[in-house]
T-cell receptor, first 111, second 113 residues
Framework: RKEVEQDPGPFNVPEGATVAFNCTYS??????FFWYRQDCRKEPKLLMS???SGNEDGRFTAQLNRASQYISLLIRDSKLSDSATYLC????????????FGKGTKLSVIP | EPEVTQTPSHQVTQMGQEVILRCVPI?????FYWYRQILGQKVEFLVS????????KSEIFDDQFSVERPDGSNFTLKIRSTKLEDSAMYFC???????????FGPGTRLTVT
């Protein structure tokens, strides 16, 4: 069974802190990688796609290591509004477009 | 900013009843999806739809489920005879192309009693 594993959390961090989330995926054929955030009882919202070279969007940096089948998300200067569950998401490859979600890591940013 | 919309936001039904969940994907998107999330669990893929037919479905998507695009804007999920275990949040998603980012609607909370 193809799985996505994430840090169990929860992560409780003060405002302004830097926090990192890790994720491993089991399917070496996966081609697309994403981080979504999900607020309580809301829909997953795309945070960023993850590219092989790594990519940055403001305070958020995502890294992909295909050899280790490992994805990371770094959040700098945490804000209260960053409090959410962060979902690591991959596709199964082989032309499949369905997304496989991790269980998510809950982040609480504390004033 | 274009977004996926879903109706109703909450549906309560009795076991054995049929329900239809409705979605309006982003207008220029070509791929449509249904996912579900049982409370406290991870999001699970149900089905993908492209060019007026199912392109993939999961083991969850059995004969009780069906999807349809009845017109140029709506995309529906029908559950013919609901079971207690169908209680979940159902999310519709769409993407411009198959491996592009998928955007999710706000979900329909289905409660089967």
């Amino acid at each position: 069974r193809k799985e996505v594993e994430q840090d169990p959390g929860p992560f409780n961090v003060p405002e302004g802190a830097t926090v990192a989330f890790n994720c491993t995926y089991s399917n070496s054929a996966s081609q697309s990688f994403f981080w979504y955030r999900q607020d309580c009882r809301k829909e997953p919202k795309l945070l960023m796609s993850v590219y092989s070279s790594g990519n940055e969007d403001g305070r958020f940096t995502a890294q992909l290591n295909r050899a280790s089948q490992y994805i990371s998300l770094l959040i700098r200067d945490s804000k209260l509004s960053d409090s959410a569950t962060y979902l690591c998401v991959v596709d199964p490859g082989a032309g499949s477009y369905q997304l496989t979600f991790g269980k998510g890591t809950k982040l609480s940013v504390i004033p | 900013e274009p977004e996926v919309t879903q109706t109703p936001s909450h549906q309560v039904t009795q076991m054995g009843q049929e329900v239809i969940l409705r979605c309006v994907p982003i207008s220029n998107h070509l791929y449509f999806y249904w996912y579900r999330q049982i409370l406290g669990q991870k999001v699970e893929f149900l089905v993908s739809f492209y060019n007026n037919e199912i392109s993939e479905k999961s083991e969850i998507f059995d004969d009780q489920f069906s999807v349809e695009r009845p017109d140029g804007s709506n995309f529906t999920l029908k559950i013919r005879s609901t079971k207690l275990e169908d209680s979940a949040m159902y999310f519709c998603a769409s993407s411009a192309l198959g491996l592009y980012e998928q955007y999710f609607g706000p979900g329909t909370r289905l409660t089967v009693t």
